[in-house]
């Protein structure tokens, strides 16, 4: 498990690790108000997580991406594209509401914009299922997480039992 954020740029907060504690324990403290600037590029967050499982050479490779959106969607589906040509997979969570809700600030309030509006931020649902199908992935609700979370366990046993089965010598007899 490793942890990359975004924002204008990506960030890895944790490289791949088997330490999922560890990852567990840096989550907290993640929000937007520590990011050095704002933005929602997702495509950079993409390219850095493949740079990630690609030098750890796992075999089963899976990029989960949680977020309400992105701002820079030609350049997020061509790395999507390039992650499923790549052989990674791509799950895409997205966290918030099509119906909306006002955008957190850093100082604890709503965000406002130039003329002390309450921003309105929106899911757009579509937009993240056809991320997720550029690169032949799924979509899942944030109400959905547990079923992601569920499939990924059982595609890790799978992979266990797998490498337990390459370890048995079989010596065949009359």
């Not at 324990?25 to 495509?43: C, E, F, Q």
């Not at 030098?55 to 990029?63: E, H, K, L, N, T």
């Not at 366990?153 to 266990?160: K, N």
């Amino acid at each position: 498990v490793g942890l990359v954020v975004f924002s204008d740029d990506a960030y890895t907060v944790t490289p791949l690790t088997d330490d999922v504690a560890t990852v567990r324990a840096l989550l907290p403290p993640l929000s937007p108000g520590i990011m050095p600037a704002a933005g929602d590029n997702l495509a950079p967050a993409l390219q850095r997580a493949a740079q990630l499982l690609k030098r750890a050479a796992a075999r089963d490779r899976r990029v989960i991406v949680l977020t309400d959106g992105f701002a820079d969607p030609a350049a997020a589906f061509g790395d999507a594209q390039k992650l499923k040509a790549d052989g990674i997979g791509l799950s895409v969570v997205g966290i918030g509401t099509a119906r909306g809700a006002p955008l957190k600030g850093a100082d604890g309030g709503f965000a406002e914009n130039a003329q002390g509006q309450t921003v309105m931020t929106r899911l757009d649902v579509d937009r993240l299922r056809q991320l997720a199908a550029s690169a032949d992935g799924n979509y899942f609700g944030l109400a959905q997480l547990p079923q992601l979370i569920g499939e990924l366990q059982l595609r890790g046993e799978r992979a266990a039992g797998a490498a337990r089965m390459r370890d048995v010598h079989l010596q065949p007899w009359r």
